[in-house]
């Protein structure tokens, strides 16, 4: 770069910088609201003029606990998962444990052959195991 651009190019962006560092004219503060009595206030009413940035806290958390105690706001969301309490569910009928297929295999008895529990000592007993020789061990085969 020649020196003549290389000034051109420093001369302006310190022109524009210091266009940039001019402070900014101020805004306009809006005036506090006109705000209606507390105590008048209903669910109904504009609320925006107590979210006011000068409105002072305790004025602003009182307007706010107004427009809270409406029963409207104390309803739990029903399509939120945690807002009930799942642990006192309605029992299930036996009509529909009847239908449920898992409850069927769950509950489902073997049928029972009639003289079934008639068994004897015998038939319960485990059949006996018959004596073997040892064999003799092959060359070469390891035991397992």
Do not use: C
């Not at 002072?56 to 606990?65: I, N, P, S, V, Y």
């Amino acid at each position: 770069m020649s020196e003549e651009k290389k000034d051109d190019f420093l001369h302006r962006w310190s022109r524009r910088k210091h266009e940039d560092n001019k402070a900014p004219a101020p805004k306009e503060e809006k005036p506090l609201p006109t705000l209606p009595p507390v105590d008048k206030l209903t669910p109904e009413s504009d609320f925006t003029g107590f979210m006011h940035p000068k409105v002072a806290d305790a004025l602003r958390r009182t307007a706010l606990k107004k427009l809270f105690s409406d029963p409207h706001f104390n309803q739990p969301d029903p399509f939120e998962p945690y807002s009930r309490d799942w642990n006192i569910a309605d029992p299930i009928s036996p009509e529909m444990l009847e239908s449920l297929e898992q409850w069927k295999a769950l509950t489902r008895q073997p049928p029972q052959a009639e003289g079934a529990e008639e068994k004897t000592a015998a038939e319960e007993a485990p059949p006996a195991v018959a004596e073997t020789k040892p064999q003799a061990d092959e060359p070469g085969k390891q035991d397992a």
